[in-house]
């Protein structure tokens, strides 16, 4: 079974920046790909980035373009979500997600998900 525990998340100004880390355990990471989604209260679930098995393909919701960076090193188990530029309406529980088969933005193609890290932009 794969463990993924997010960190990384807190409270920042608008236009600051967070680095989320998404650290694996129990299998390795290279086997999977990954997410990033995130959920604000009274919201659903909504994809963020992707990134496959080898980190040669990554993906980015429109509005995170140019401001968020997916990244991962396999050697490490772990998984990285660079956000830059943050802005209020980028708070929300930020999830880590996986999957050996599945690479994209749908929520049911994860297996293997974190516990989530609050990320607060105020402005």
């Known amino acids: 079974q794969l463990q993924l525990a997010e960190s990384g998340g807190g409270l920042v100004q608008s236009g600051g920046s967070l680095n989320l880390s998404c650290a694996a355990s129990?299998?390795?990471?290279?086997?999977?790909?990954g997410a990033w989604f995130r959920q604000a209260p009274g919201r659903d679930r909504e994809p963020v980035s992707c990134?496959?098995?080898?980190?040669?393909?990554?993906d980015y919701k429109e509005s995170v373009k140019g401001r968020f960076t997916i990244s991962r090193d396999n050697a490490k188990n772990t998984l990285y979500l660079q956000m830059n530029n943050l802005k209020p309406e980028d708070t929300a529980v930020y999830y880590c997600a996986a999957d050996p088969y599945y690479y994209g933005f749908n929520s049911e193609g994860y297996d293997y998900w974190g516990q989530g890290t609050q990320v607060t932009v105020s402005s």
């Open positions: 129990g299998l390795g990471l290279h086997f999977f790909s």
């Open positions: 990134i496959s098995r080898d980190g040669s393909s990554t």
